[in-house]
């Protein structure tokens, strides 16, 4: 039997193809969306703002709903919270803690963007101190009440310009400045003090002090004259006048040995005249001497001696005579 079906297979594969196309002319259109009574056509609810299938706002076009606009602060209470914010951020600074400062001034910005306080601040965080500054520099020992921020401001000429020295010398925390620290500051020198000096009034010429009398000096004054006595004769009146010398002075050495002196002359001129009044049977004269001469030498024997003898003899001889010495 003969075989066909080599020749029929082109045949079936053209009637597929015209099914194919036949299903899909016959597929159902969407139907149009009906005229309003406006003769405007309808269209679908507008999606929300920012859900899948919202239509972008393009520039130039007209959008279909405007955009909410954003919540607005009075800037009578944005000030102030912003320069509250600075000064939170200055505090951070001051304990080294750089990020929370940096978002505590992006806040404080957002609030009032001309606060001064705060791009201060900002400008410090991102500013090179080396730069800044400068590389002339001095050294300086921090004192027991400094802090960076008393240094920025005599230095600098602003006290919030203290991270910037901080920085300056690789400070990361500021408050930890200590007593006997040595720190580089800007420039050659302290600055100048920028108050004018104050002219002294000079002080009024003081009034001369009359002249106070030099004291005399007693002891001199009473050696000269001791010796003036001892030249002229008086060896008694000599003797006396250094022995008030020794008085006002023990240990002057002039005094004294001019005093031992006068004293052994005046012990062996009232001896002689003792021995003399006694040969002359003048016992009263005699016992006078030698009462002299142990009133300058205490510890004279002989003179002792003779002294009480001759108060013996006159003692006899009154007895004797009944009171009379006789005749001299």
């Known amino acids: ?188 020198g302290p600055l100048p003090s920028t108050t004018p000096p104050v002219a002294e009034t000079p002080p009024a010429p003081a009034k001369p002090e009359p002249p106070v009398a030099k004291p005399r000096d007693d002891v001199a004054d009473m050696l000269a004259r001791a010796g003036e006595l001892e030249k002229g004769g008086n060896l008694e009146g000599a003797y006396a006048a250094y022995n008030e010398v020794l008085q006002r002075s023990p240990s002057h050495p002039d005094a004294t040995k001019r005093r031992d002196t006068i004293r052994t002359g005046l012990v062996r001129t009232y001896d002689r005249e003792a021995t003399q009044a006694f040969q002359r049977q003048n016992l009263d004269l005699a016992i006078e001497k030698w009462d002299r001469v142990l009133e300058i030498d205490p510890s004279n024997r002989k003179a002792r001696l003779e002294r009480d003898r001759a108060a013996d003899l006159r003692k006899r001889m009154q007895a004797k005579f009944g009171g009379k010495e006789p005749a001299k």
């Open 1 to 188: 039997m003969t075989s066909f079906l080599p020749d029929s297979r082109p045949r079936v594969f053209m009637a597929l193809g015209l099914a194919l196309a036949l299903g899909a002319c016959a597929a159902p259109q969407q139907a149009p969306t009906p005229a309003s009574p406006t003769g405007t056509t309808s269209s679908a609810p507008p999606a929300a703002p920012g859900s899948p299938g919202a239509p972008s706002t393009v520039p130039g076009s007209v959008s279909s709903s405007p955009a909410a606009p954003a919540p607005t602060v009075d800037p009578a209470i944005a000030r102030p919270q912003a320069q509250k914010l600075a000064l939170e951020a200055v505090d951070q600074l001051q304990n080294g803690d750089e990020p929370a400062a940096r978002a505590t001034l992006d806040r404080a910005i957002a609030l009032d963007p001309a606060n001064d306080l705060a791009k201060k601040l900002q400008e410090q965080i991102r500013a090179d101190a080396q730069k800044e500054l400068g590389p002339v520099f001095f050294r300086y020992t921090v004192q027991r009440d400094d802090t960076l921020s008393k240094l920025a401001q005599q230095y600098l000429g602003d006290r919030f310009r203290f991270y910037l020295l901080a920085k300056y010398n690789d400070i990361t925390n500021p408050a930890r400045l200590a007593a006997g620290q040595v720190i580089k500051l800007p420039g050659k």
